[in-house]
């Protein structure tokens, strides 16, 4: 069986600051991990995916996730938030093989205040 | 470029009511999911499909059925609505490795569909 742990529903930084939104994961074989960002009243865009190639993986929008085995975690980074950043973020996990469906997280609401 | 395109874009339906949700993708993917949106509970899996004529169970089928008549379409259908099935519908596809670079994992996902149960 899969899982992610999403720590934290909500969280708020000001714009310019480090954004950091944590995700650990749970799974029986090396997974494939997934940021997804969701925009108010959107679908879901993939930011960015580890597939067991580099550990540390760049996404579009500037944000970033390093793939920490020894902690089981994919924390999404971004060394300053926008005010265009404001979103929900989604950690997902599959592993290859199978039906490739992913397993979703709860979710974090990521507020920019000015 | 259209992508996994949902119809419709939001409905209210009378506890009791049925209805279909219509998933239609042009990326000729082989697989298709069915997943619903609550707060804090992140995407949940009803069901999906690695191909046409076939369908499988998620993590939380009750109360709905899907069908899989043709490789683009992906139909979800609700026979007898209850409040609980309120929620943001998605659908999503992916394709398979054969023939094409090794699939990831990654899931394309429609606008959802926002559905109201009274």
């Known amino acids: 069986a899969q899982s992610v742990t999403q720590l934290g529903s909500h969280v708020s930084v000001s714009e310019g600051a480090l954004v950091l939104l944590r995700c650990n994961y749970s799974?029986?074989?090396?997974?494939?991990l997934f940021w997804y960002v969701q925009y108010p009243n959107q679908g879901l865009q993939l930011l960015l995916k580890y597939t067991s190639a580099a550990t540390l993986v760049k996404g579009i929008n500037g944000f970033e996730a390093e793939f920490k085995k020894s902690e089981t975690s994919f924390h999404l980074t971004k060394p300053s938030a926008h005010m265009s950043d404001a979103a929900e973020y989604f950690c997902a996990v599959t592993r290859w093989g199978g039906r490739r469906a992913l397993t979703f997280g709860s979710g974090t609401r990521l507020q920019v205040q000015p | 470029n259209a992508g996994v395109t949902q119809t419709p874009k939001f409905r209210v339906l009378k506890t009791g009511q049925s209805m279909t949700l219509l998933c239609a993708q042009d990326m000729n993917h082989e697989y298709m999911y069915w997943y619903r949106q609550d707060p804090g509970m992140g995407l949940r899996l009803i069901h999906y499909s690695v191909g046409e004529g076939t369908t499988a169970k998620g993590e939380v089928p009750d109360g709905y059925n899907v069908s899989r008549l043709k490789k683009q379409n992906f139909l979800l259908g609700l026979e007898s609505a209850a409040p609980s099935q309120t929620s943001v519908y998605f659908c999503?596809?992916?394709?398979?490795?054969?023939?094409?670079?090794?699939?990831?994992?990654?899931?394309?996902f429609g606008e959802g569909s926002r559905l109201t149960v009274l």
């Open positions: 999503a596809s992916s394709y398979s490795s054969r023939g094409r670079a090794p699939n990831t994992g990654e899931l394309f």
């Open positions: 799974s029986s074989v090396p997974p494939y």
